[in-house]
C-alpha cells in the first residue's frame, strides 16, 4: 500500500516563508513525476509545480519566483519552499505523485496525499 504524507503547513503572515514536505512510503518500485496541488475554498484544485524524476520543474505561472519545488530520491520526499506568500496562497495543499507499485504492477498511478493546509493572513 503507497501512501503519500504532507507535512509542513500551518498560519503565515504576508510575506513569510514556509516548507512543505511530502514523504512517499509503502511498496514501492518506482516513483515518476511528483507534483503539488492546492485547492482554495470554493475552487477547483490547481497544479502549483510539478518535478520529473531526473529533476525537470514545471511551475504555475502565479507562483513562478516565488515557490521552489525539490526531491530528494532517496527519501521518496518532494518539497516545496514557499516564499513571498500572499493571502491568496492559502489553500490546502497536495501532493501528488506517479509511482509504480512494488511487487507484479508494471503500469503506474497517480497517488494523493490528504493535504495540508496552508493559511495567509495577518
Known amino acids: 500500500q503507497v501512501q503519500l504524507v504532507e507535512s509542513g503547513g500551518g498560519l503565515v503572515q504576508p510575506g513569510g516563508s514556509l516548507r512543505l514536505s511530502c514523504a512517499a512510503s509503502?511498496?514501492?518500485?518506482?516513483?515518476?513525476?511528483m507534483g503539488w496541488y492546492r485547492q482554495a475554498p470554493g475552487k477547483e484544485r490547481d497544479l502549483v509545480a510539478t518535478?520529473?524524476?531526473?529533476?525537470?520543474?514545471n511551475y504555475a505561472d502565479s507562483v513562478k519566483g516565488r515557490f521552489t519545488i525539490s526531491r530528494d530520491n532517496t527519501k521518496n520526499t518532494v518539497y516545496l519552499q514557499m516564499n513571498s506568500l500572499k493571502p491568496e496562497d492559502t489553500a490546502v495543499y497536495y501532493c501528488?505523485?506517479?509511482?509504480?507499485?512494488?511487487?507484479?504492477?508494471?503500469?503506474?498511478?497517480?497517488?494523493w496525499g490528504k493535504g495540508t493546509l496552508v493559511t495567509v493572513s495577518s
Open positions: 501528488n505523485a506517479n509511482i509504480i507499485p512494488g511487487g507484479f504492477y508494471t503500469t503506474s498511478r497517480n497517488y
Open positions: 509503502g511498496s514501492i518500485a518506482t516513483i515518476n513525476a
Open positions: 518535478i520529473t524524476s531526473g529533476g525537470s520543474t
